[in-house]
């Protein structure tokens, strides 16, 4: 699976670090295209800012060790167990500390201790297993992150760590320093992203959300004054979530619901069919649909358990009511009962 | 009042010692024997055991509790032959640096083979208690097939499991009373033959207590209130968050007789949108029924509209871990704390600030234990109004202060001070500046003073972490006053191998020692090898040991396990003068352990020590 990292980690930083034990694979130096990781940390070591972690030894020469060779050698490093066979027999005895920095913390997906003398192919299966992991990250940017898993929320997004710090400073965020430090502050993972979800539901978080811990901007404090409803899109396995306070008026929450799927169609198509449950050629023509107006019906359901059509009552009213919303294909609304009806209760 | 019980059961048996060696005859071992069971605290039965051969004997004869504080200090095999009959075993693994990824995966602290021999020679066992260990699932169902009368479950921050251990255990652990996961890893499996909690039987009733909010999965509503509401004699329930906070009041109801309450997540719950009113003064009337409630935790995303539902029994509480309620600022948790005047211990985020730890202050003089966690521990700048200012207000207003777990990014030696000679009565003082080599901030000075007063004036402090800008003055200033020191932690501090030195010549109490990027060396290290024998174990990462001092190490310390961590090879690929990434020494009866994955290296590996 080739990894998906620029976006996906400016992305993920605008959300905040990721949750529980994850993948923290923390590489390199600035220059490094591929894989910058970094446990979000920041750090100030002696005022001047590091722009690697530094897990290992204090001295400053060991640091010359960043030579090509490891950079290259990391470069390939992509979660696939092949390339970690690959790295791990010969970089014993090269480029010094390479490997201190590729630390790995993995969800135990996989882990079956042996009390016995547990050799590198161990190790390079428990690559293998963060590999699987990766590709399931959490939050609203799973499809951009083309990410298939079902388990939008999984409660372990072992992709790379959310950087509140890179080697190189491309994050433009305020808060965040740069400079990690594995371990630092000394928290357990579990706190460290206390305003994210960090369990698995089907839904995951909505964009118009505030950034959680951890990454700029101010964090979402009182609920009164946000309304998140769920949209889930036929073709679609992954819901997203709307918040309705933000808008007024039906015509800018349809704008927004085109938006929403419009990114989220685009970035499936690209996806591998092998994880995706709904076919993959049919997003083109939703996509396409999406954009002629009317091409598709918005339908919600209500606080007694009724689907309704979108659009009959005032807005307020219709904010006072509404649970949850879906987007159906027009063609679909013929086949579709609209009312309540208890043995055709297919999950809206 | 346990104290005098020793002292009296102590009297006793020099009196039973005397009339032997007086009247030359024995006394009858079961006399002994039942004086012997008042006695469980381990030092002291380790101490009565060096009497004489017969008391040795009695005494490990009747042992029913072992706590061993490190699994690679002794073997299975060892234990089982001392002590034949154990009912309640516990173990820790991994380092307590392993909480900050620190321990690299796959370093061990494997509990199988310790619960296969017990399997074998321990059927009566009732308890397991682990901490930072790796269990799996086989060895769950192994626990819950051969132990008949097994009770007691806790697994504290441990890993290797699934859903489906766990249910091995809920299906076939009829006696169970304790299950207890908290903060350990647990993978869902999403089993399709039920969820786990359902498959605790029909007729199990047995059930005390519950924590399993650490899970990240799943949980059947139904499974668990059924669970609830059959097991008259629960006591402590914490739920995960796939529990709706809206829900809680269905199982309050079922258990009003709960002491302990672990809420759910109440992400959903908006009081203002289509929530209907019931809900409030449904989970209100269901908190009010619950007259027994002493401690609350939780509150995953809760709303601080639906705060007031607890109310009621804030007053009655002593215990309130607010630490994950991130959605809950200052002034509603000054509303809520203030409440609770019999509180004894506060975990809570930085959010409640200054002011809300002054209000604590002045409204909640029973506490004893504070812990304030940073909300953005990773932020450059301070979000919230906490300083060094709200821990002095608590060390003023509540006498009975002694724990302190303190996340800042300010500090000065004058707060310090201040603090120390409010609480002289502190025994757990752990402060963390969030960032590294922070000076005083009105001196800019280093915090040595600061953290000197503190082991000078707080004489039964036993448990001490370190952060801020340090020089070696301040590890004298430990050595020299922290005499009943147990366990320290230090980062970024120090200057040279002086500091280690004053620490480790100094402090006869020190069991555990935690270490990292300080430049200590060789010098200090092996200097004081023979202190090492007296603690349980010493970890030192990112310092300026070589490997070859940790091979003199190894060496002349065959008590020692001199475990060398490096995952960047073979150590001896490197010269000897080489620092070391990681090194873990703990004294051991039982040598060098054999499951040892490659990063790591001792003694006794042919590979890297090429020792004879």
């Not at chain 2, 009497?51 to 009695?58: A, G, L």
């Not at chain 2, 299975?76 to 032959?81: D, Q």
């Not at chain 2, 652990?173 to 996961?181: A, G, M, T």
Request: with cysteine; hydrophobic share 35%.
């Amino acid at each position: 699976m080739e990894k998906k990292e620029s976006d996906p980690i400016k992305n993920e930083r605008r959300n905040g670090i990721s949750e529980e034990k994850k993948l923290e694979l923390r590489l390199g130096p600035p220059g490094e295209a591929q894989s910058i990781h970094y446990v979000g940390l920041n750090n100030k070591i002696n005022g001047a800012k590091r722009v690697w972690q530094e897990t290992v030894v204090a001295k400053k020469e060991e640091r010359k060790w960043l030579s090509k060779n490891a950079q290259n050698q990391y470069q390939d490093l992509s979660f696939t167990e092949k390339t970690v066979e690959r790295v791990f027999p010969t970089s014993w005895s090269s480029a010094s500390l390479h490997s201190s920095a590729f630390h790995m913390d993995t969800q135990k997906q996989n882990q079956q201790p042996k009390p016995t003398y547990i050799q590198y192919p161990s190790i390079s299966r428990r690559l293998s297993v963060m590999a699987e992991e990766s590709q399931q990250t959490c939050g609203c940017r799973v499809a951009e992150m083309q990410n298939s898993d079902k388990k939008a929320c999984s409660s372990r997004p072992a992709s790379a760590s959310v950087s509140t710090a890179t080697a190189e400073p491309i994050n433009s965020q305020k808060r965040i320093a740069v400079a990690p430090v594995v371990g630092w502050p000394p928290i357990r993972s579990f706190r460290k992203n206390l305003g994210s979800r960090n369990f698995s539901k089907p839904a995951p978080k909505s964009p118009n959300e505030t950034p959680k811990a951890g990454s700029d901007g101010e964090k979402l404090v009182n609920l009164e004054h946000h309304m998140f409803v769920k949209i889930n899109m036929d073709g679609v396995p992954i819901g997203r979530k709307v918040d309705l306070k933000v808008y007024d008026s039906y015509e800018k929450l349809s704008f927004a619901i085109d938006e929403l799927f419009g990114d989220l169609l685009a970035a499936q198509r690209d996806y591998s069919a092998a994880k995706k449950e709904n076919k993959v050629g049919d997003a083109k023509a939703i996509t396409d649909s999406l954009h002629d107006s009317g091409e598709y019906t918005l339908i919600y359901e209500d606080n007694e358990g009724d689907r309704m059509l979108v659009g009959d009552v005032p807005w307020h009213m219709f904010v006072s009511t509404v649970k949850r919303l879906r987007v159906l294909m027009s063609s679909e609304i013929s086949t579709l009962r609209l009312t309540t009806s208890q043995d055709e209760k297919t999950p809206l | 009042m346990c104290l005098c019980l020793c002292c009296v059961v102590f009297i006793f048996l020099i009196l039973i010692f005397y009339m032997k060696m007086m009247m030359g005859s024995s006394f009858p071992e079961e006399v002994l024997e039942h004086v012997f069971s008042f006695i469980e605290r381990d030092r002291d039965r380790n101490a009565i055991s060096t009497v004489c051969q017969s008391w040795y004997e009695i005494e490990r004869w009747s042992r029913r509790r072992v706590f061993v504080g490190n699994c690679y200090a002794v073997s299975p095999v060892i234990l089982i032959k001392r002590f034949p009959d154990v009912r309640c075993l516990e173990l820790k693994g991994k380092p307590h640096f392993a909480d900050f990824n620190l321990v690299p995966e796959g370093w061990g602290a494997y509990v199988d083979p310790w619960i296969e021999a017990a399997s074998k020679a321990y059927p009566g066992l009732e308890e397991i208690r682990l901490k930072r260990m790796v269990i799996s699932d086989d060895t769950l169902k192994l626990i819950s097939k051969s132990f008949k009368n097994f009770k007691v479950l806790v697994l504290s921050s441990c890993e290797g499991f699934s859903t489906k251990g766990l249910a091995a255990i809920a299906a076939d652990c009829r006696n169970l009373r304790e299950l207890d996961l908290r903060e350990s890893e647990v993978e869902d499996l999403n089993q399709s033959s039920g969820h786990w909690l359902s498959r605790f039987p029909d007729n199990y009733t047995s059930l005390v207590s519950l924590n399993i909010a650490c899970l990240n999965s799943e949980v059947s509503f139904t499974a668990l209130e059924c669970l609830v509401g059959r097991c008259p004699n629960l006591r402590t329930l914490r739920l995960n968050r796939a529990v709706p906070f809206d829900r809680l009041a269905i199982l309050l109801r079922r258990a009003p007789q709960l002491v302990e309450l672990g809420t759910g997540e109440a992400s959903d719950l908006r009081p203002d949108v289509f929530s209907p009113p019931d809900v409030f003064s449904n989970l209100l009337g269901a908190f009010s029924g619950c007259k027994e409630l002493k401690s609350l935790s939780g509150f995953w995303d809760v709303a601080p509209g639906y705060l007031p539902v607890v109310y009621p029994i804030c007053p009655r509480l002593t215990s309130l871990n607010l630490s994950y309620a991130a959605t809950i600022q200052s002034s509603d948790l000054i509303k809520l704390a203030s409440q609770c005047q019999n509180l004894q211990k506060l975990w809570v985020l930085d959010y409640i600030e200054d002011l809300g730890l002054e209000e604590l202050a002045a409204s909640c003089k029973d506490l004893r234990e504070l812990r304030v966690f940073p909300s953005e521990p990773f932020g450059a700048e301070p979000n919230v109004l906490l300083t060094e200012q709200g821990l002095v207000s608590v060390s003023e207003g509540c006498p009975k202060l002694h724990s302190v777990l303190y996340f800042c990014r300010q500090m000065s030696n004058e707060a310090l001070r201040t603090i120390a000679r409010n609480r002289p009565n502190m025994t757990r003082f752990r402060l963390c500046i969030i960032e590294p080599r922070t000076p005083d901030y009105l001196t800019l000075e280093p915090l040595d003073v600061g953290f000197g007063a503190i082991v000078e004036h707080c004489k039964d402090l036993r448990r001490l972490s370190l952060s801020g800008l340090l020089t070696d003055r301040v590890f004298k200033y430990i050595g020299t006053y922290g005499k009943k020191l147990e366990m320290l932690s230090v980062a970024f501090a120090g200057d040279s191998d002086l500091g280690l030195h004053h620490v480790l010549s100094g402090c006869e109490n020190l069991r555990k020692l935690e270490i990292r990027d300080c430049p200590f060396g060789d010098k200090a290290l092996l200097a004081n090898a023979a202190k090492l024998e007296t603690m349980r174990s010493l970890w030192m990462s990112s310092c300026s040991v070589s490997f070859g001092a940790c091979k003199l190490l190894g060496q002349k310390m065959p008590m020692l396990n001199v475990e060398v961590i490096d995952e960047r090879g073979p150590p001896d690929s490197r010269p000897e003068s080489c620092p070391v990434e990681k090194l873990y020494i703990y004294r051991t009866v039982s040598g060098p352990r054999f499951d040892m994955p490659g990063f790591v290296w001792t003694k006794d590996k042919d590979s890297a020590l090429g020792l004879s």
